[in-house]
C-alpha cells in the first residue's frame, strides 16, 4: 500500500536558521504530494502542494519539489521565525483508483528565539 | 460562519457509553473525512464520505460509524466508547478527493 515517511521530530531550530524537513513516499504511480501545517490547538491546513513530478509549491518562505526519482518531498525554508513553531505533515493521494489520503506521523518543529 | 466547524470541543465520556461528534460545513464540498489523530501515529483516516449516502471505510473503522443524510453534515458515532477510542478527532471536507482538504479545529475526546 501507500505510506509516507517523515523524520522523527522534534526538531529544534534557533530563529532564522535553514530548515529541512524530509519526506519520502512508497505509492505505485505518480500521487498528488501535500505539506499541511498544524499550529498549537488548531487543526491542519495546507501549506503547499506539487501534483506532478518536477514541480515546486511554495507558499509563506516555504518550498516542496516534488522528485520523482527520489520518491521525495523535502520542506525547506531559508530562514524560520518563531512563529513556524508548529506540526509539519507531509501526505500524498491519487487522482484515481485508490482514492484516498494518506498521511505521514507528522514532524514536530520548535523554534527558539 | 463560513467555514467548517466540530461540535464539542472537549467531551468526558465513560467506557460503554455512546458518544456522537458533529461536523458541519457551509462550502456544500462533496467529501467529507473523519481522522483520529494519536501521538506516534499521525493521522489516520476513519471514514470518509464522497456525497450525501455515500460512505466509506478508511484505515481504522471498527468501534465507529457514520452517516451523511446532508451534504453539510457528517456526524461520527462511537458506538460503546472503549479507552482506546481516546484521541483527538479531526472532521475535515474538500470539493473533490485530490484537492485541499478543510480541516476542523477538532474534538477532544477522553474515555474514562
Known amino acids: 500500500g501507500n505510506s509516507v515517511t517523515q523524520m522523527e521530530g522534534p526538531v529544534t531550530l534557533s530563529e532564522e536558521a535553514f530548515l529541512t524537513i524530509n519526506c519520502t513516499y512508497t505509492?505505485?504511480?505518480?500521487?498528488?504530494l501535500f505539506w499541511y501545517v498544524q499550529y498549537p490547538g488548531e487543526g491542519l491546513q495546507l501549506l503547499l502542494k506539487?501534483?506532478?513530478?518536477?514541480d515546486k509549491g511554495s507558499n509563506k518562505g516555504f518550498e516542496a519539489t516534488y522528485r520523482k526519482e527520489t520518491t521525495s518531498f523535502h520542506l525547506e525554508k531559508g530562514s524560520v521565525q518563531v512563529s513556524d513553531s508548529a506540526v509539519y505533515f507531509c501526505?500524498?493521494?491519487?487522482?484515481?483508483?485508490?482514492?484516498?489520503?494518506?498521511f505521514g506521523t507528522g514532524t514536530k518543529l520548535q523554534v527558539i528565539p | 460562519d463560513a467555514g467548517i466547524t466540530q461540535s464539542p470541543r472537549y467531551k468526558i465520556t465513560e467506557t460503554g457509553r455512546q458518544v456522537t461528534l458533529m461536523c458541519h460545513q457551509t462550502?456544500?464540498?462533496?467529501?467529507m473525512f473523519w481522522y483520529r489523530q494519536d501521538l506516534g501515529h499521525g493521522l489516520r483516516l476513519i471514514y470518509y464520505?464522497?456525497?450525501?449516502?455515500?460512505?466509506d471505510k478508511g484505515e481504522v473503522p471498527d468501534g465507529y460509524v457514520v452517516s451523511r443524510s446532508k451534504t453539510e453534515n457528517f456526524p461520527l458515532t462511537l458506538e460503546s466508547a472503549t479507552r482506546s477510542q481516546t484521541s483527538v478527532y479531526f472532521c475535515?471536507?474538500?470539493?473533490?478527493?485530490?484537492?485541499?482538504?478543510?480541516f476542523g479545529p477538532g474534538t477532544r475526546l477522553t474515555v474514562t
Open positions: 505509492a505505485t504511480g505518480y500521487p498528488s
Open positions: 501526505a500524498l493521494i491519487f487522482s484515481g483508483g485508490y482514492q484516498k489520503v494518506t
Open positions: 462550502w456544500s464540498h462533496s467529501y
Open positions: 475535515a471536507s474538500s470539493e473533490d478527493i485530490i484537492y485541499e482538504q478543510y
Open positions: 464520505s464522497a456525497a450525501a449516502d455515500i460512505t
Open positions: 506539487a501534483t506532478k513530478a518536477d
